[in-house]
């Protein structure tokens, strides 16, 4: 009997994304710290908080496959995450001009009944036109991005902040990339096609 899934997440992105799988799932909001521990990497935090985020899950739901994610922005050399004002946004936004911002994504697939984790990590990087101060407050006006880390949408408006893209897994961009969550679910046995296939 394959186990039900459990999305460790309030972020409609990321429910969007998951809901591509076609597979039935439950949303629940985690409650961590998200502070970054004393010289920890931007890598190693993502997968760290990825785990947390879903292992925080499991004494609610333990016999399923709880998803955590989490995401930062690194420009020269800086952790960056959600800007949560319209004020940080433009200041985030000031800074990617005409730069390259990688994304770190990490996701975690937490086995509950196993307390087993299975994780893994997502790059992206994006390379910003040169923008306005105009081009910025008419973006952050347009579609308020407070809870992106990186102050954009790429699957929306954001778009038009980019001169190119460049990565393997363009949804990991949205927060959950599903390239390398599949590989995951099928390290825990589940197919996502035929485990889709079983219900028809």
């Known amino acids: 009997m394959l186990k039900p899934l459990v999305l460790a997440s309030s972020s409609p992105f990321r429910k969007e994304l998951l809901e591509r799988l076609q597979r039935p799932f439950i949303t629940a909001t985690p409650d961590i710290d998200e502070s970054a521990l004393e010289g920890e990497t931007a890598p190693e935090l993502v997968q760290r908080l990825a785990q947390r985020k879903a292992a925080a899950l499991a004494p609610r739901f333990p016999h399923h496959l709880i998803i955590g994610s989490d995401q930062v922005a690194v420009a020269n050399g800086h952790i960056l995450g959600k800007p949560h004002t319209e004020e940080n946004a433009y200041l985030q936004l000031k800074q990617f001009s005409g730069q390259k911002v990688t994304f770190h994504t990490g ?68 927060g959950l990339p599903l390239i390398q969550l599949c590989t995951l679910l099928r390290d825990c046995g589940v197919n996502p096609l035929l485990s889709h296939e079983s219900r028809s």
């Open 107 to 174: 996701v975690s697939v937490y086995d509950s009944a196993l307390e087993k984790y299975h994780t893994s990590l997502a790059n992206y990087a994006v390379y910003f036109r040169q923008l306005s101060d105009e081009d910025i407050w008419a973006y952050i006006r347009a579609e308020q991005p407070l809870q992106c880390a990186g102050s954009f949408k790429s699957e929306g408006l954001g778009i038009c902040l980019f001169e190119r893209m460049e990565g393997d897994d363009p949804t990991s961009l949205i």
